[in-house]
């Protein structure tokens, strides 16, 4: 998402300089290549992170407010609780910079044709100064309260989202013994009233890979998405909520990835499960 997210705004006219965990990533760009975070920071007006999870936001904004960011703006897209981007914004405030959340809906393609859809928390004047450089990212931008309202957003989007894939692939274990084909299944499938938009995205990658035919580069991993589910059940006990429906999506991820497919893109999520035989 980062490369995709640098490679739309360097072809707007934006001059970029790139920084990542593991450096053949950043290499991988084509931009240019800052030695640490905090060259980085000391080096761009504005820093736009995407990361893993909460603890890689916490380490890699260590390291960017350890340079002189006084006066720059920080947008923050990575998929995090909104306890943690409460905190970056915090430290981010202290260091006399400007902070904006950012976390999006989409994935790889829409991140090149700035087709996201981001969803803002921060105050007002900083949600202000960064809002030509997430239009230019998105399609659509909420701005939706202070630090935090965009992560708790987020959650929200992806989680029927994710629940869906789990569905989706009990729904398929119902159709196995009609052995249609795959294309077949997900066309009538895509067709209902019950098929979500992602369908119709990604249910020809569905089909290959009910085919056997599974390959290409990974949008989302499905470690990525069960830490979602992971951050959402969490999220949802804190402000005193039941989540049975999230908690029981969690076990059938976590099971595909005790399989072996953490590293697999999500949508091997219900081929996976269409073809267990019991409930494990």
């Known amino acids: 998402m980062g490369a995709a997210i640098a490679a739309r705004l360097s072809g707007l006219g934006h001059e970029m300089m790139v920084w990542n965990r593991n450096a053949d990533k950043a290499r991988a760009t084509g931009f240019k290549v800052a030695e640490t975070p905090q060259a980085l920071a000391n080096g ?44 970056i914004a915090s430290l981010v405030k ?20 700035g087709k996201l859809f981001g969803f803002a928390g921060g105050e007002k004047a900083d ?6 450089v997430l239009q230019q990212m998105c399609r659509r931008v909420e701005h939706l ?23 989706l692939g009990e729904s398929l274990s119902l159709v196995k013994n009609l052995q249609l084909e795959p294309s077949r299944v997900m066309d009538i499938l895509g067709d ?17 890979a009910l085919g056997g ?48 497919l953490g590293d697999k893109d999500c949508v091997m999520l219900p081929v996976y499960w269409s073809a267990q035989p019991k409930k494990l």
Do not use: H
């Not at 069960?226 to 402000?239: F, G, I, N, S, V």
């Open 94 to 113: 202290q260091k006399q910079a400007a902070f904006v959340e950012c976390p999006v809906g989409g994935t790889i393609g829409p991140a090149k044709d």
């Open 213 to 260: 035919q599974a390959g290409g580069a990974v949008s989302v991993n499905i470690d990525t998405m069960k830490k979602d589910l992971t951050e959402m059940a969490e999220e949802a006990k804190l402000l005193g909520w039941s989540a049975p429906v999230t908690e029981a999506a969690l076990r059938g991820f976590a099971s595909a990835s005790a399989a072996g």
């Open 145 to 167: 309260g202070p630090a935090g309202s965009g992560a708790s957003m987020k959650l929200a989007i992806n989680l029927p989202l994710l629940v869906y894939s789990q569905a």
């Open 44 to 87: 761009c007006e504005t820093v736009i992170s995407i990361l893993t999870d909460a603890a890689a936001v916490q380490s890699v904004y260590g390291q960017l407010l350890s340079a002189n960011p006084a006066g720059k703006l920080f947008i923050e897209m990575s998929t995090v609780r909104p306890a943690a981007a409460q905190k």
């Open 192 to 208: 209902t009233s019950g098929a979500p938009r992602m369908l119709q995205n990604r249910g020809p990658a569905i089909a290959a």
């Open 127 to 132: 949600v202000e100064r960064a809002m030509p």
